[in-house]
């Protein structure tokens, strides 16, 4: 019963909610719909942490508000800038764990990548985060804490979900932290500008699909399913023939490609036999590829190829017109990689 008493007096986390729920949560306090779209734009144009700075809201409306909801916030704990410009923020939570953030500078972009979990629990062979396995899911007040912490200070004009964690294992609170982000009421970033990455969970594709509009990435990483299953245990589960055809099927802002992400890893994956394949595998699908040089850490089992063999991949693939960037490894001196951050664990817990 007392456990019941204290469960039911906590506070609604605000920022918890997308436009619609935050809606329906002032539908019941009796408020008008409009309310709603008023406190987004306070919470993520004008970066407010508590209700009394909503000067449009009636007085006794703030105080009602603060009796029944709170307004969570994220502050950096430690931030650390690369030689290259890209700045690396860590996000303490409860608990002593901790989430990172990663801000990409790129002549007239900022592009920022966010984490959807702490940890993950994909388990990729060659993947930093994998081997933390999964702590928890980010609520999606912790999703969006990454943006409006770093937009305080920085201009961010893309966002990428490709920190650590899977965002389609957690899709419902990454689904309402996207429509958050697009939202014209919310950060108000364009969706041709906001990017999911996922290691391939088929369904949660489609789902996220009919959810929301924005870009997908894929990482691809093998071009056969004996290739995939090792490097991914993903792929035993969802293997490469139903991957491409979630792509094919996956609406996309209009004219964009899915991106596909394409580690590679010296002598596992980096043959011109590969690259054949994954023109043929690629056929028919908008795509871009981004070839990413595996980027080695400390105990890691694979290594980074010979640059000839980056190079002759990335020409065989441009010699058959398909739209292909290597990516630079951002951060390096900061262990920031995209996607492979690291979290300040416990091993053990
Ligand atoms: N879980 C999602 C998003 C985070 S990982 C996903 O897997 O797509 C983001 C990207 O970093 C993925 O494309 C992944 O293949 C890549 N990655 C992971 N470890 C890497 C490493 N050591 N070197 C280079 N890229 C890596
Ligand atoms: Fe998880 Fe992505 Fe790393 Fe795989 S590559 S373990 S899905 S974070």
Not at 163 to 184: H, Q, Y
Not at 276 to 303: Q, T
Request: proline fraction near 3%; charged fraction near 25%; include cysteine.
């Amino acid at each position: 019963m007392k456990g019941f008493f204290v469960k039911s007096m906590e506070k609604v986390d605000v920022k918890d909610f997308c436009l619609e729920e935050l809606e329906s949560f002032l539908g019941g306090m009796g408020k008008e719909k409009y309310r709603a779209r008023q406190i987004f734009k306070w919470l993520y144009q004008k970066g407010a942490v508590s209700f009394d700075e909503m000067t449009n809201l009636s007085k006794e409306f703030r105080a009602e508000l603060a009796t029944r909801a709170r307004i969570s916030s994220l502050a950096p704990e430690r931030t650390e800038v690369s030689a290259d410009g890209t700045k690396k923020y860590l996000f303490m939570l409860e608990n002593g764990l901790s989430v990172e953030s990663v801000l990409i500078p790129d002549e007239e972009r900022a592009t920022l990548c966010v984490s959807t979990q702490v940890g993950c629990a994909m388990g990729c062979r060659f993947c930093l985060t994998g081997t933390f396995r999964l702590q928890r899911n980010l609520r999606c007040s912790e999703i969006v804490n990454q943006v409006c912490s770093v937009v305080k200070t920085e201009r961010v004009t893309n966002i990428v979900l490709m920190g650590m964690g899977e965002p389609l294992a957690n899709l419902d609170n990454v689904v309402r932290a996207l429509k958050i982000m697009v939202s014209p009421d919310g950060f108000q970033i364009s969706n041709r500008r906001v990017t999911v990455s996922t290691s391939g969970l088929v369904p949660e594709i489609a789902r996220l699909g009919q959810a929301v509009t924005v870009n997908l990435a894929v990482s691809l990483n093998a071009t056969t399913d004996e290739q995939r299953d090792v490097l991914m245990p993903v792929n035993r589960k969802y293997p490469l023939a139903e991957l491409i055809e979630a792509c094919r099927n996956f609406p996309l802002p209009n004219r964009r490609m899915i991106t596909v992400e394409y580690v590679m890893i010296r002598g596992i994956n980096d043959t011109l036999e590969d690259a054949r394949r994954l023109v043929k595998l690629l056929k028919g699908i908008p795509s871009k590829i981004n070839l990413i040089p595996f980027n080695e850490y400390e105990g890691s089992e694979y290594g980074t190829p010979e640059q000839a063999s980056i190079d002759a991949f990335h020409r065989y693939l441009l010699d058959r017109n398909l739209t292909v960037i290597t990516r630079a490894s951002r951060g390096r001196d900061i262990s920031a990689a995209c996607g492979q951050l690291r979290a300040k664990l416990e091993k053990n817990n």
